[in-house]
């Protein structure tokens, strides 16, 4: 500044560093003011001297100091590690003075402190700590500006972060490749170092990869088992856990001892070395032949030696497994043979009680053993040897046979490997049926004990069964009393007459002679019957029947006395078998006595009486007329009718009328009833239900309820005037007395007048004196008529009062009262009338005889209204009401709700239609100054204006004729638009950025702002808030467009002043761009995405600037532009995660060109290959390379051979991130594949792939074809020298079989034997090196000779020798089933005697059955063969012989039955028999020559019963058998079940017939097969249903279970288990804490009562089990509550308290919660008459009652509470209610006897009859 100089007067000179001259240029800039421009281009200090004419001027020279923030330096900026010194260079030297600003910031965005230290002159060391791994930034400014390069960018690893891990670490395979991971971040492969020590200190070298960044794959190859130690270094320093200690192992050191054969529950041991094997987990898995496991017991015995023991539980080859580290060991698996003793059972029918001269018969099961090592010794009676023969029938199964000689104990030892059994010798017992005797047999009597005897002292052990049964064949109880050496008594009391049979059976073998007949006679048997004995109509035969068993004629003696003492002649006849009929005929009423006697004896309840009776005799006398609604009598005598049953009912319109018979003396009976229709009654009288001489009688009735009354008397009357009614009576139909009773409201008598007759009728005529309601009774022939009493209603208009009409307006609802409550009850009714209309009024009682009548005129002229009470006008009625109508103003001013001021406001109000009258307005400004409006006329319409000055609302009052027109007041809003103003209003704006304004409209009145803004006539989105004042509005909008935009404001839509403005609108985007800094090129996690964004000479603030990098699951990342040296800007982001990236660099919202920028990062280390690691020569290898989580990149695959020879490979997509691999190797051996993603390696390659020769051996042999159970089956695999792993695996329906595979030659061929244990197909599965070879699975038919089986059983084939049962030319079939012996074909081979093959038919007859038929054509020898799948089954061959039979005699269709025996009950078992004389049986005989046998017919066979389809456990199941039409023969019943087989009893019952009985001990399916002749019957076999004995499902629990109960209440039930069957019933029940006793008690009929008493509250569990089961609904939830508890009742309120009559509150409330269940009691006591009771619940809480009992007097009151029947506290209250406060508060003071006396408080009548107690209702809870 220099203040009158010019340009020329100034010399400037600037000097830079050394002394460099700097070029500047002056300009002018007026008034004396100079500008001086130079551009300094070295920093340093610049001298400006200034000289103004010539001279100096103050200060000069000044001293400028120049920077230059390129010249800063930032050097040596490395990678650090979390918690060690980092360091870097700041040069400054060059730069010029100036401010250097460090900020160190890690991944989490956190600022590093750092420390700077000077170096020297511009030369800087800055040190830092980083506390965090990851990607870190320096940012280095200059003088506010950022240094060339910024921000710096460095590496920080934390080597605590790097970790190791991988299989290469544990438990590793000895001479096999192994590998672990090790993750270091920000690591290189030099800055790993890794030392793998083996045993004996021998270093491994590992080979090291990197799989990805940070990411290190280590292979190495242990050679020997044992510790291995691996030390990892990361950048020098130990990794966490480092040295690991990895453990080698080596499977193939394992030694396993040989293994001797075993014992069941003899302890087995060996030996395992394992101390060459290295470390690991040795597994030892034994299993017996049911491959169940078998405990084993490992014990070390030191330097890697254990000895393994294990106790075998079951015979058969045992399988050891020895794994080490999961791995077999050499040899695995191996086996050693268990034997059992145990398990060698005997059983069958040989070992119990045999039969002597029978062969007996056992079966030995002794697994694994064979005949030779079985021995069988049997001796008999005296020492002697027996003979046995011994035959092997199966593998380990033998039969024994042996034939007893003599009765007595044989002893039967058996031996098994040279050792005799456990349980030692087995005793049988013989014995002899020929031997039993039964003797002294005699007649009986009924009720007199029976004996006879039975000798069985010869007859050896055995179960001795008598039976005694009556003619019915029921049983009769029998006891059997041992009379010593095996003779017994048996003695009986028969129970009825008859013949009765003797079942004697020894053994279930009935003995010779029986059943035996025994004679049994019962006289008190004899008894009578009939109408004869008891009631008998004289002069009739009256007969009786005799029941005599076993009597005739002869032995019936009767005789019959009447009753006059002489004998009545009877006449007795033989009507049947043991009946005969007697007759007789009395002749007089009385009592006749029969004697009857039977075998001179009297018989049961004799003598007997009948009484003879006759109805004739019966008199009826006293019938006369009735009157209905009286009791009627008659009498009635019976004395001479004898004795019987008098029947009376009394009968009208078909209904029977009730009636009472009173009893007189002498048989006679006074008989009334009460008639109630008015017809004639019919009397009838029975006796001994025969119709009475003259009966029915009839009683006519009058009824004079028939009269009728009308007329108007008996209705609504008017008082003070005549009225009458009329009654009629002719329909009484008789006359009779007319009573008539007129009472007044007040209960006097009114007169009456009466005249007429009962011929017509009656004419009453009375004056009703007063308004009111009157009684009416009228009667005729004393009963009331219908109707009466009458109640007729007088009123009386001349009481009503009409109020005073106000003046009503046309339109409105006009009302006035009219007062009738002194005219009686009537209605009161109001009719209006108009001159043109008739308004409709409505009539509402206010009170009583209170009324408002109101209508609405809709005229303008007077109105009528005519009143009427019931019809009867009202004095002064009809009435005028006036009317004014105002429905004809309008005003017209919805113009000026809003109006601008200094404008005239005008309205308008039209009156046409309306009366002149006067209009008024009144009009009031915004502070309440009156404004003078301006009216003037014209015609009918008023105009009224005035004119607003000021802003805010107008009230504006217009009458007319004194009367506010319609809507009056209105009001008027005014507003300003000269008052609204515009504020802070932009000159400029940018696009994206928001431009805002602000409008204040708080001077301008009420109104709507309107801000409209719009680009080249195109509206622009504005946002108009109201600022909190509420006077000011702030207005936004954000430009889209570099145009000008125009801003229209208005308000109340008028535009405000300054309006329409203009604001111009730049757009800087529009110069820059941003593109990728590597292409389209993908990028791998972990490094740096870089962006630049080119300025273009644009001037922005960089802040404007916003970089979002958004990475494929939408997460944010860190980007920001970072201004560059050459004027463009990097933006740069770091993700770890691949796939798509998203860049977006905007400009105040705005894309800038080039942006969004799409970026691709991948991450190899998510690449998964899956797929097979083996494959075959020739064949094409495959694999899947999934990409998922990879990101996108190139997918490389490579594949070199074992001898290195790259492989093609060829790569096909499957999707989105599946890739499928595939090559054709053509060499074996490890093939290597290396795949690389976006170039870099996929972590875990190179993968190897073992590649195998493609050969698949073949196998053949019979054991691939067919099999047979229990036997060695054998095929051959020929591998053709191949080598190679062969596994086979032998699958059958339930089982596995055992499989031996062992090499034949060295030239690959290898046998292969399993032995199949059951029938059915059976799967072998081979695979060779893993794979099936051709044809497998193999499928075998296996079959099981030992399961084919016939229908009925071999012994419907074979008699017992073994031997067919064949004859001449008749066939010979039978059913083979073969449904349980696997698949297969039957074929059958029969030999004739001369040796030929005889015609053999095999016939499918279903499902696995065949039927095998032949007919033997001549006599001899015959053998059948049977072969399944051409394997003869073991009972083959079968032996047969015909001979041939002498000529048949005629057969016999039906030969005759001896009488069928009845069943057996009583059974007694002789332990030991002793014989004193024994002697032998009786030699046998020769053979005779067989008789003709007669035939069979097995067809004819019938069974039936519940047996044959259903049983039930425990319980005897029974079905018969008929066989009465099928020849002789006896049946032979076989029962079998899945888990036992069933023992059927049959008992003959005579006739061919038998009684099949049987006792299932196991629920299930059972077959049932019946053969007759060795034929099956019908329908056999039958399936039959084995149910379990008890089924808890069908008890029923009723009772209080269910409910909520008291505590202290028994809980009762009742369960019913008799639909359940037997069982033991059980009940427990417990509580929260403690268990309630249960009580059962047994009833009848299978009920039970339950009673549980809970020892404490709360929800309480009942089980009920019944056989162990739990009965339905059971466990059961019973909720005790706790006990009612009145000392937890809380009463309060003021009407419990003391208080004054005027303002007392007597209400009171009583609260029971708490207090349990129970009942609510109030009882309230005071003078009677003087409260009045209220109860109700709280609905505010359920548990209270509120009570209220509005006393009227004063005086003493007693309120009584009481809950569950106890008192509650404080319980009676007694409540004093006084006059006067004086007299309460002397009361509370204590004074009482001063105030209160006998004569206001009746103490001492408190409980006396002045007193009633009030209940307030009872109320329960619980």
Not at 413 to 431: E, N, R
Not at 1757 to 1778: E, L, N, R, T
Request: glycine content about 10%; some cysteine.
């Amino acid at each position: 500044m220099a203040p009158g100089a010019q340009i020329k007067d100034l010399d400037v000179h600037i000097l830079g560093p050394g002394s460099k001259d700097i070029p500047c240029r002056v300009s002018d800039t007026g008034s004396g003011n100079f500008k001086v421009d130079y551009t300094p281009t070295v920093a340093g200090d610049h001298t400006i001297e200034i000289n103004c004419f010539g001279l100096l001027i103050p200060q000069s020279p000044f001293t400028a100091k120049a920077w230059d923030v390129s010249k800063v330096v930032v050097s040596s900026v490395t990678n650090g590690r979390v918690g060690c010194q980092s360091t870097f260079n700041i040069d400054v030297k060059s730069a010029g003075d100036g401010t250097l600003e460090i900020a160190i910031c890690g991944p989490s965005n956190q600022n590093i402190s750092n420390n700077v230290t000077a170096l020297g002159p511009g030369l800087f060391l800055v040190s830092y700590a980083p506390v965090e791994s990851g990607q870190h930034r320096a940012n280095v400014l200059f003088n506010k500006e950022s240094v060339y390069g910024n921000p710096f960018l460095f590496l920080v690893t934390d080597p605590s972060k790097a970790s190791a891990r991988g299989d290469g670490l544990g438990l590793v395979r000895c001479g096999q490749p192994t590998f672990f991971t090790v993750t270091a971040p920000g690591a290189s492969v030099n800055d790993l170092e890794i030392n793998i020590t083996g045993p004996n200190s021998k270093d491994v070298l590992p080979k090291i990869a990197e799989v990805g960044s940070g990411v290190f794959k280590v292979d190495y190859t242990p050679p020997s088992p044992g510790d291995y130690s691996v030390d990892i270094l990361y950048f020098g320093q130990s990794l966490p856990g480092s040295p690991f200690s990895p453990k080698v192992w080596d499977p193939s050191k394992v030694v396993v001892s040989p293994m001797s054969q075993g014992r069941v529950g003899v302890p087995s041991s060996f030996f395992l070395d394992v101390a060459d094997a290295g470390e690991g987990t040795l597994e030892i898995g034994i299993s017996g032949p049911s491959g169940q496991n078998i405990h084993n017991n490992v014990t070390s015995l030191g330097s890697g030696r254990f000895e393994v023991v294990c106790v075998p539980v079951e015979c058969g080859q045992h399988r050891v497994n020895i794994t080490f580290n999961r791995e077999n060991v050499p040899g695995n698996p191996f086996q050693f043979f268990v034997t059992d003793i145990n398990r060698v059972v005997a059983r069958g029918d040989g070992l119990g009680l045999v039969r002597c001269n029978q062969p007996a018969t056992f079966n030995i099961s002794a697994p694994g053993a064979q005949l030779k090592d079985i021995g069988v010794m049997i001796t008999g009676p005296g020492d002697r040897d027996v003979p046995a023969r011994i035959t092997e029938t199966g593998p380990g199964n033998f039969r024994v046979e042996y034939t007893p000689t003599i009765s007595g104990d044989y002893c039967i030892g058996i031996d098994y490997f040279g050792q005799s059994l456990p349980t030692g010798p087995i005793v049988a017992k013989g014995w002899d049926l020929c031997k039993v005797k039964v003797n002294h047999l005699k007649l009986g009597h009924v009720g007199v004990q029976s004996h006879f005897t039975i000798d069985a002292r010869d007859a050896g052990d055995g179960s001795l069964e008598i039976t005694v049964c009556r003619p019915s064949g029921l049983p009769v109880p029998s006891n059997i009393t041992p009379m010593g050496l095996g003779s017994f008594e048996v003695s009986f009391i028969p129970i009825e007459c008859g013949q009765h049979r003797v079942n004697v059976t020894y053994n279930k073998e009935t003995v010779n002679g029986s059943p035996f007949s025994i004679m049994v006679i019962d006289p008190s048997k004899a008894s009578i019957s009939g109408d004869g004995v008891g009631l008998v109509r004289c002069n009739q035969v009256a007969t009786f029947n005799v029941f005599a068993p076993g009597a005739s004629i002869r032995d019936i003696g009767i005789r019959i006395s009447g009753p006059d003492g002489r004998e009545v002649p009877a006449r007795v006849y033989d009507s049947s078998t043991d009946n005969f009929l007697v007759d007789y005929t009395p002749s007089k009423p009385g009592d006749y006595l029969i004697e009857v006697s039977y075998f001179d004896d009297p018989i049961s309840g004799s003598p007997f009486m009948s009484k003879a009776w006759d109805a004739s005799l019966i008199l009826v006398t006293n019938i006369a007329t009735a009157v209905i609604g009286k009791p009627a009598h008659f009498n009635i005598n019976a004395a001479n009718a004898g004795m019987g049953n008098l029947e009376i009912y009394i009968s009208v319109r078909g209904e029977t009328i009730p009636n009472i018979v009173k009893a007189l003396a002498n048989s006679a009976f006074d008989v009334s009833f009460t008639p109630h229709v008015p017809e004639t009654h019919n009397v009838h009288i029975r006796f001994n239900g025969e119709m009475v001489t003259g009966s029915p009688f009839s009683v006519i009735v009058l009824d004079g309820s028939k009269a009728v009354a009308s007329g108007d008397g008996l209705g609504r009357v008017v008082a003070n005037m005549l009225t009458s009614f009329d009654v009629v009576t002719t329909a009484v139909g008789g006359d009779a007395d007319l009573e008539v009773e007129i009472t007044s409201p007040r209960g006097q008598q009114v007169p009456f007048k009466v005249s007429g007759s009962s011929k017509i009728k009656y004419r009453l005529e009375y004056v009703p004196p007063e308004a009111g309601k009157y009684r009416v009774t009228i009667k005729y022939a004393e009963v009331g008529i219908t109707g009466s009493p009458f109640c007729p209603e007088a009123f009386d208009p001349c009481q009503i009062r009409v109020g005073k009409f106000p003046q009503g307006v046309l339109g409105k609802p006009f009302s006035f009262e009219v007062d009738a409550s002194m005219a009686g009850d009537g209605l009161l009714t109001a009719e209006v009338a108009g001159q043109v209309t008739h308004p409709a009024a409505q009539v509402v009682a206010k009170s009583h005889g209170i009324y408002t009548v109101t209508f609405t005129a809709t005229e303008n002229a007077p109105h009528c209204i005519n009143l009427l009470y019931s019809g009867v006008k009202v004095p002064g009625s009809p009435f005028t009401a006036l009317f004014i109508d105002t429905s004809t103003l309008h005003i017209r001013w919805d113009s000026v709700r809003l109006r601008p001021v200094r404008q005239p406001v005008p309205m308008e109000l039209d009156t046409k239609g309306a009366p002149d009258a006067e209009v008024t307005c009144k009009v009031t400004d915004p502070i309440g100054r009156d404004v003078l409006p301006r009216i003037y006329r014209s015609g009918t319409v008023y105009n009224i204006e005035f004119t607003p000055r000021d802003v805010g609302p107008y009230t504006i009052d217009v009458k007319y004729g004194g009367l506010p027109v319609p809507g009056s007041p209105f009001v008027c809003e005014t507003y300003d638009t000269h008052c609204v103003r515009m504020h802070d209003v932009c000159n400029d704006g940018h696009i994206g950025k928001e431009v805002m304004f602000a409008v204040d409209t708080s001077k301008a009145g009420s109104g709507d702002l309107d801000v409209h803004i719009t680009c080249d006539s195109v509206r622009v989105p504005s946002q108009l808030q109201l600022a909190s004042d509420g006077s000011r509005h702030c207005c936004s909008f954000v430009p889209t467009s570099a145009q000008p935009h125009v801003v229209h404001v208005t308000y109340n839509k008028e535009p405000v002043p300054g309006c329409p403005l203009s604001i111009p609108i730049k757009n800087p985007a529009t110069q820059m761009s941003v593109s990728s800094a590597c292409g389209t090129k993908p990028i791998p996690v972990g490094q740096m995405v870089v962006a630049i964004l080119t300025m273009n000479n644009c001037n922005v603030n960089i802040a404007d600037i916003v970089a979002s990098a958004i990475g494929p699951n939408g997460e944010r990342l860190v980007a920001a532009p970072v201004l560059q040296r050459d004027g463009t800007t990097k933006i740069e982001y770091f993700s770890q995660t691949a796939g798509t990236h998203k860049l977006e660099v905007l400009y105040c919202g705005q894309s800038i060109s080039g942006s969004p920028i799409m970026t691709e990062v991948f991450d190899p280390s998510k690449i998964l290959i899956e797929g097979t690691r083996t494959g075959l020569v020739g064949e094409p290898v495959l694999f899947d390379v999934i990409r998922t989580g990879a990101g996108k990149a190139e997918l490389s695959v490579k594949a070199l051979s074992l001898k290195g020879t790259s492989v093609p490979c060829s790569i096909r997509s499957n999707g989105a991130d599946r890739h499928s691999v595939s090559y054709t190797p053509h060499e074996p051996g490890i093939h290597s594949i290396y795949v690389t993603y976006g170039g870099m390696d996929v972590p875990g390659c190179p993968i190897r792939q073992e590649i195998l020769d493609n050969f698949l051996p073949n196998a053949i042999g019979e054991g691939l074809l067919r099999g047979v159970a229990n036997q060695v089956a054998t095929f051959y695999v020929d591998a053709r020298g191949r080598q190679g792993d062969l596994s086979v695996s032998v699958d059958g329906p339930n089982s596995l079989a055992r499989c031996d595979v062992e090499p034949v030659d060295t030239g690959g061929r290898y046998k292969v034997t399993y032995i199949p244990v059951e029938g059915g197909c059976f799967k072998i599965t081979i695979r060779w090196n893993g794979r099936e070879i051709n044809g497998s699975p193999f499928k075998v038919g296996v079959v099981d000779l030992e399961k084919l089986g016939v229908l009925g059983g071999w012994d419907s084939v074979v008699d017992s020798g073994g031997r067919m049962r064949l004859r001449l030319n008749e066939t010979k079939s039978f059913t083979v089933d073969a449904s349980r012996a696997g698949p297969g074909q039957l074929t059958a081979q029969v030999t004739g005697p001369q040796g030929n093959s005889v015609l053999t038919d095999v016939t499918t007859v279903g499902p696995d059955l065949y039927r095998v038929s032949f007919t033997p054509r001549t006599d001899g020898d015959y053998s059948l063969k049977l072969f399944y799948c051409d394997q003869l089954i073991p009972r083959c061959p079968i032996i047969g012989c015909v001979e041939k039979p002498p000529p048949l005699p005629p057969v016999v269709e039906k030969p005759p039955a001896p009488p069928a025996p009845a069943p057996m009950t009583p059974v007694i078992i002789v332990e030991q028999l002793v014989c004193d004389e024994p002697k032998p049986c009786p030699a046998p005989q020769p053979p005779a020559p067989t008789p003709p046998q007669p035939r069979i017919y097995p067809q004819n066979v019938q069974v039936i019963g519940p047996g044959l389809v259903e049983a039930r456990v425990g319980e005897t199941a029974e079905f018969l058998l008929d066989a009465s039409a099928a020849g002789p023969g006896r049946p032979v019943i076989k029962m079998t079940g899945l888990k036992s087989d069933l023992d059927v009893q049959c008992v003959p019952i005579g006739n061919n017939r038998f009684r099949c009985t049987y006792v299932p001990d196991f629920p299930g399916a059972y077959l049932l097969s019946i053969a007759w002749g060795d034929v099956q019957v019908q329908g056999s076999p039958f399936r039959v249903t084995v149910a379990s004995a008890s089924d808890p499902s069908k008890v029923v629990l009723s009772g209080d279970c269910m409910t909520c109960v008291p505590f202290g209440q028994i809980v009762k039930a009742t369960i019913n288990t008799s639909r359940a069957g037997p069982g033991q019933l059980e009940a427990f029940c417990k509580g929260p804490t403690k268990s309630a006793p249960v009580k059962l008690m047994a009833e009848r009929d299978g009920t039970y009562s339950l009673a549980i008493k809970p020892q404490e509250s709360g929800s309480h569990v009942l089980v009920v089990t019944y056989a162990g089961v739990p009965i339905p609904g059971s466990p059961f939830t019973i909720r005790v509550a706790a006990g009612p508890d009145a000392s937890k009742v809380q009463v309060c309120g003021p009407g419990i308290q003391p208080g004054i009559l005027a303002t007392y509150q007597s209400v009171f409330t009583v609260d029971t919660r708490g207090a349990g269940p129970g009942q609510l009691s109030v009882r309230m006591r005071g003078r009677k008459g003087t409260f009045r009771v209220e109860m109700m619940k709280d609905p505010m809480n359920e548990r209270s009652v509120v009570c209220r009992y509005n006393p009227t007097e004063v005086g003493i009151y007693m309120v009584d509470i009481k809950w569950a029947g106890q008192p509650v506290p404080g319980s009676p209250f007694k409540v004093c209610i006084f006059d006067a406060q004086r007299e309460l508060q002397n009361y509370l003071s204590g004074g009482q006897s001063g105030y209160i006396s006998n004569d206001r408080f009746d103490v001492g009548g408190l409980m006396g009859s002045d007193f009633t107690y009030g209940s307030l209702k009872d109320f329960s809870f619980n």
